[in-house]
């Protein structure tokens, strides 16, 4: 390098440029397009850099090549992680926009420079004579002059093909580049003898299990649309999840354009796509089938028995070999776009095809068959991990009892090690991507983890391409036909929408009337966060305006407070303290209640107003006695400042007069935090319905703070008041019950797989068997024919098993059912690891006796004609009878808030306060239910209660 310009080696014996002509050419390519900058200098005279090896201590000088401007990294921003890398290119964008375009070539001044750099690399490599090595290039600089490009021989594009994979700088198995096997088919003119030649491909590269690593070269101009030869289809289904690979979601519609397709009765998560190719961008692309022979796949077992039952419920494979046909090779200028590439996996890569959360996600799967708990709650057990890594070893355990050639991650390691040493001997350096070539499993178990790397672009070389059918002219007109025809279809639903808004306007209005309930969180590591969104759904779909907020961000300080419901779900951060997001609140809560912040509980004393006149006053100012709340506190007893904040934020609400909705609860990381969780999640939600039915106020409530009121005047109500008090409107705002009388009956077609929860199979429950607990019975084959009996005999035949309350802990194992259900299920197709979802109906029975309880006759007509309550069922169900049938369940019995709000419906004063004091929850609502009483016989067991049909399904569903 000599002032900054690149001096080709081989200048001096050029033929045909002199040093003035070639100088010319530089001065040219220096005006166009800023080319200095964008210039890459492929052998630079630069000083050497140590790379250190922090586990071995061993340092290693090595030489560049470094490029010009981007110094490592492409204009100042490091792009290692990026998952594809866009060509360095000799100027700034190509006529398309693209930075490097499929379609558009070098010009020729720049074909001619990269031709000689890599004829000089040919010729002093293959130690050419330099009699060849001048003929070649007088050769090469006539086809340029008279076609504006060249052609490679087959040995040059033989050693190309063997540098492009030996610079490649994301690849960890690069020690056996010098036994890349290159098949030159560039010949190939149709399709269908591409599709020939890929065949004769696999059947080389697999060689009876010991694979070989080669490339099959087409012409410049053809193009692979699969992107290997073996990849697993993924199917966008009605209900918007995915069967398959998601990976291949968008090659798998290209391929369902093109023609292929599936019937979906025989679709599953493991079909192959098949093999699309198209020999020139001029002509159509064609889709092949692989034959039976070549559709090579490894079933996983594992040596461990109970992993490998697992694993086999779950069906889990892979392909026995990768066949990568999406990248391109550069070769002296001259780009090849269709080049498979097959080697052999090294084990995380099929690892991570079926573990990562964007591809197949099995860990969850495997979780639940292995009863392990995966969520985040469960983060420090590291199940996840344990999961991962044994799913690892199935991958090598399968592989190895197939003899079939695979690496671990250690072994592949330690080879690029061995590799990068011969090269740094070799060429000074070679080019590694550090974030790639870590395995994505026990990195710093690794030895690559702990070597430092330059990562730069060198060539012939391997290189990203657009996927071809992003570009392919029939699927753009296509597409613009398609958004013509969906604005057509928003418009018409426009229309839809109008109409719908005038039916469900009162619904919004009153929303808007409800008291909002803030869950706020403050999260470590994410756990409290998910815990409270999950709380946010929960209260939305049982009706609730529910708002989900970080805890610095409540406004606890406002000054003119309205009537507010809270929950907090929080962690805890180092001492006790407060992690962040609830940093701010801390330090409020210190200064007004002067309680130590990383102080437990047992230490957390109340301060005495009396004897402290100012903390009284400062107390006073910053009184919560406008605040209903309810905290959750996340965090683990192996730390002695266990769930310290979350003890601090309830002793201080407390002090601060707020009104504790629900009692207080810790969640241990290291005794089932989730379950944990979800009793206090459930007793709470029970809290609020019961205080706060629809939590929604009087109008003056609304406008008035409780601080405005008179302090004579203010008296805190109890928890007792609040159920039994008949004067507070306990009955929901119901939809009225209306008819849509120009309609018939409408019953549901017979439903067609895939089978959701929302597409539910129909089947006949055969034998439904109590396994454990007392009440077994392995020989009671006609409990079904119980169901149907009358009600006499229907509760003189039940067991009597004490039910615990809402109030009780609900995780008791004897309250724990395991039972055999047999299902008729003749004409249904499953495979192993698909789940079942039971979604009883309700006897015909009950339907009709709730419906006669409610003063309709059995044979009316509304019944069976679309109502207004199809909406509580997204309108899966349209009638009457069939909400009640499939939708309401009429089995289970009422709960205490539910009782408070049936007895307003009571005539008779007696049976009223009955219910009242069953809607207390005590002792006596538990011996209510010891049989069970379902809905049809509350109401005949409490014949004043005159409630509509269509509000008692509201009361049902809501409550």
């Not at 591809?359 to 590291?382: E, F, G, W």
């Amino acid at each position: 390098m000599h002032n900054g310009e690149v001096v080709l080696h081989n200048s001096g014996k050029c033929p045909f440029i002199s040093g003035q002509e070639f100088s010319a050419v530089n001065d040219s390519l220096s005006s166009a397009g800023n080319a200095d900058e964008n210039r890459l200098l492929w052998t630079p005279e630069i000083e050497r850099v140590q790379l250190q090896n922090y586990q071995t201590g061993e340092s290693i000088s090595v030489t560049g090549p470094l490029p010009n401007i981007y110094q490592d990294c492409r204009h100042q921003v490091c792009t290692s992680t990026f998952m594809s890398l866009p060509a360095h290119s000799h100027q700034n964008k190509s006529k398309s926009g693209h930075v490097m375009d499929e379609l558009e070539s070098y010009s020729v001044t720049n074909i001619r420079k990269e031709a000689y750099d890599y004829l000089q690399i040919f010729h002093k490599d293959k130690n050419t004579s330099e009699v060849d090595y001048k003929k070649r290039l007088e050769q090469v600089e006539l086809e340029i002059e008279h076609t504006r490009s060249y052609v490679h021989t087959t040995d040059e594009i033989e050693y190309g093909g063997q540098l492009a994979w030996r610079n490649a700088s994301r690849c960890i198995n690069r020690l056996f580049w010098r036994d890349l096997k290159i098949i030159d088919r560039r010949d190939v003119k149709t399709n269908h003898d591409m599709f020939k030649e890929i065949c004769n491909h696999i059947r080389f590269a697999y060689n009876k299990g010991t694979l070989q690593s080669s490339i099959l070269v087409f012409s410049s101009r053809a193009r692979m649309w699969s992107t290997q030869y073996l990849r697993y289809a993924c199917y966008e289904q009605l209900n918007g999840t995915l069967l398959g690979d998601p990976a291949n979601r968008h090659l798998t519609k290209a391929a369902m354009q093109l023609g292929w397709n599936k019937p979906e009765t025989e679709r599953t998560q493991w079909d192959l796509l098949p093999i699309i190719v198209q020999i020139d961008p001029n002509e159509p692309p064609s889709w092949y089938e692989l034959p039976q022979d070549l559709r090579l796949e490894i079933f996983l077992s594992h040596p461990d028995p109970k992993y490998d039952a697992a694993i086999k419920q779950l069906g889990l494979r892979w392909v026995v070999q990768p066949y990568v046909c999406d990248k391109a090779i550069e070769i002296g200028g001259i780009f090849y776009r269709s080049v498979p590439f097959s080697g052999w996996f090294m084990e995380t890569e099929i690892g991570r095809n079926l573990c990562d959360i964007q591809r197949y996600n099995i860990i969850p799967k495997l979780a639940v068959l292995l009863n392990l708990d995966v969520t985040t709650a469960a983060n420090s057990q590291l199940n996840v991990d344990r999961l991962y890594v044994e799913i690892n070893a199935a991958v090598l355990y399968s592989f190895q009892k197939a003899q079939i050639t695979i690496v671990d991650h250690h072994t592949a390691a330690a080879g690029f090690i061995k590799f990068m040493k011969q090269e740094v001997i070799l060429r000074g350096n070679t080019p590694a991507d550090w974030v790639w070539l870590v395995p994505p499993i026990s990195g710093g178990m690794s030895s690559v983890f702990h070597q430092e790397m330059l990562n730069y672009v060198v060539k012939p070389r391997v290189l990203d391409q657009r996927d071809p059918w992003t570009y392919y002219g029939p699927f753009l007109k296509h597409k613009q036909n398609l958004t013509l025809s969906t604005e057509n279809k928003r418009r018409r639903r426009w229309l839809l929408v109008r109409a719908v808004c005038v039916i469900i306007g009162f619904a919004l209005s009153a929303m808007k009337r409800r008291i909002p309930i803030h869950v706020l969180y403050a999260s470590a590591s994410g756990t409290a966060q998910s815990y409270a969104e999950q709380m946010v759904k929960r209260l939305k779909i049982t009706g609730y305006n529910a708002i989900l907020m970080e805890l610095d961000s409540y406004p606890f300080e406002q000054t003119n407070n309205t009537r507010a419901i809270i929950f907090i779900i929080t962690s805890t951060f180092g001492q006790g303290n407060a992690p962040e997001g609830g940093q701010k609140v801390e330090q409020w809560l210190h200064n007004v209640t002067n309680i130590g912040m990383n102080n437990s509980t047992s230490n957390m004393k109340r301060i005495s107003l009396q004897n402290n006149p100012n903390q009284s006053s400062e107390i006073n100012k910053s009184s919560l006695n406008w605040c209903s709340y309810a905290v959750c506190a996340i965090g683990s007893s192996a730390y002695p400042f266990f769930c310290g904040f979350g003890k601090l934020v309830d002793t201080s609400f407390q002090l601060l007069g707020a009104h504790r909705l629900a009692p207080f609860a810790t969640c241990d990381a290291l005794n089932q935090q989730y379950k944990s969780y979800n009793e206090w999640e459930e007793n709470t939600v029970i809290a609020l319905k019961s205080a706060y039915p629809h939590a929604c106020s009087r109008k003056e409530d609304i406008r008035r703070s409780p601080l405005d009121r008179a302090p004579s005047l203010r008296r805190e109500v109890s928890y007792v008041e609040q159920q039994v008090n008949l004067t507070k409107p306990l009955r929901p705002t119901s939809i009225p019950l209306t008819f849509n009388t120009n309609d018939s009956e409408t019953i549901p077609s017979e439903p067609v797989g895939p089978f959701t929860k929302e597409n539910s199979y129909l089947a006949t429950v055969l034998q439904n068997i109590e396994l454990t607990g007392s009440d077994n019975n392995i020989n009671d084959f006609d409990r079904q024919d119980q169901q149907t009996s009358s009600t006499t005999d229907s509760i003189q035949s039940k067991r009597k098993v004490t039910i615990p309350s809402s109030f009780n802990n609900v995780s008791n194992d004897g309250y724990r059912s395991v039972r055999l259900i047999v299902l008729d299920t003749t004409d249904l197709n499953y495979y192993p690891g698909d789940h079942v979802c039971i979604l009883p109906e309700n006897t015909l029975a009950n339907v009709n006796g709730v419906i006669a309880a409610c003063g309709w006759q059995l044979g009316n007509k509304l019944l069976i004609v679309p109502c207004s309550l199809s909406s509580y069922t997204n309108g899966k169900y349209q009638t009457l009878r069939q909400i009640l049938t499939n939708f309401v369940d009429l089995t289970t019995p009422l709960r205490p808030h539910t009782l408070n709000t049936i007895a307003t419906y009571a005539k008779d004063t007696n049976e009223q306060r009955q219910l009242m004091e069953l809607g207390k929850g005590g002792q006596r609502y538990t011996d209510w239910i010891v049989n069970s009483p379902t809905v049809k016989e509350t109401l005949e067991m409490f014949r004043s209660i005159q409630i509509p049909l269509e509000e008692l399904i509201q009361v049902r569903f809501l409550l």
